[in-house]
Nanobody, 125 residues
């Protein structure tokens, strides 16, 4: 059974940094695309960043230059380094995993059947 467990969410002031982690259990993690999504109250879930098994990455325009996604295949763990945080980054952040080993080139919830329960990030001005 696939299980994704996020951690690292916190409350920070604008301009601060956080690093989110996502540990994957029961899942052949190394070759599959993994991603971060976020959802603010009253808004749809949106893609933040993804990383394919070959290391290729995608970032949403809103986070380019501020966020960095990475993965440690030996530890079955996905990371999201978030710098220069803004109040509009406030949301529940979710880790997601693809089923297929093929590379993905878009941030769509439809491509990710496995989800964690989320970790809350709150950025105050």
């Amino acid at each position: 059974q696939v299980r994704l467990v996020e951690s690292g969410g916190d409350s920070v002031q604008a301009g601060g940094s956080l690093r989110l982690s996502c540990a994957a259990f029961g899942y052949a993690y190394g070759r599959r695309c993994m991603a971060w999504f976020r959802q603010a109250p009253g808004k749809e879930r949106e893609g933040v960043s993804s990383i394919n098994g070959n290391g290729g990455t995608i970032y949403a325009e809103a986070v380019k230059g501020r966020f960095t996604i990475s993965r440690d295949n030996a530890k079955n763990t996905l990371y999201l380094q978030m710098n220069s945080l803004k109040p509009e980054d406030t949301a529940m952040y979710y880790c997601a995993a693809a089923f297929s080993v093929r590379s993905l080139f878009r941030l769509s919830t439809k491509d990710f059947p496995y989800w964690g329960l989320g970790t809350q990030v709150t950025v105050s001005s």
